[in-house]
C-alpha cells in the first residue's frame, strides 16, 4: 500500500510542480486528480459487487480508465482494496498503460503540445 501512494503522491507532485513551472495547465493536473478519484471509486464499487455476487465492470473499462489518466487513483484502490493485484495479465496490461499514459503525456509536454490541448 505504501508503494502505490508513494508512487500516485510523487506522480502527482510532478504534476504540480511542471504546472507551477508552467509547462502544463492547472486543468490538466485537475483532469487526472478527477480521473484518479473516479478510476478509485469505480475499482471501490466493483470489488464490493465482486464480494456480492452482482453485476462487475468489465476490465476493459477499468484498464481504461486507468490508461487514460485515472492510473493514480487505480493503483491506490488496488492495494487498498485489494482488488485485481494477483491477476498478472490484468497487472501486465495496467502497468503497460501507466507507461503509455506517462510517455504520451511526457512527449506532449517535450513536444509544447500539451498547453494547445489544454488551452481552451
Request: proline letters at 2%.
Amino acid at each position: 500500500m505504501a508503494f502505490a501512494c508513494t508512487v500516485a503522491a510523487a506522480f502527482s507532485a510532478l504534476l504540480a510542480a511542471l504546472s507551477a513551472l508552467g509547462h502544463i495547465s492547472l486543468k490538466l493536473v485537475g483532469a487526472y486528480m478527477l480521473l484518479s478519484a473516479i478510476t478509485f471509486a469505480m475499482y471501490g464499487f466493483d470489488k464490493a459487487a465482486a464480494e456480492r455476487g452482482q453485476w462487475r465492470t468489465s476490465e476493459a473499462t477499468l484498464l481504461f480508465v486507468g490508461l487514460i489518466g485515472g492510473w493514480p487513483g487505480a493503483l491506490v484502490a488496488q492495494r487498498l482494496f485489494r482488488h485485481k493485484t494477483r491477476k498478472q495479465p490484468f497487472q501486465a496490461i495496467f502497468w503497460c498503460g501507466v507507461v503509455v499514459n506517462c510517455g504520451v503525456v511526457g512527449w506532449l509536454i517535450y513536444a509544447g503540445e500539451v498547453g494547445r490541448l489544454w488551452a481552451v
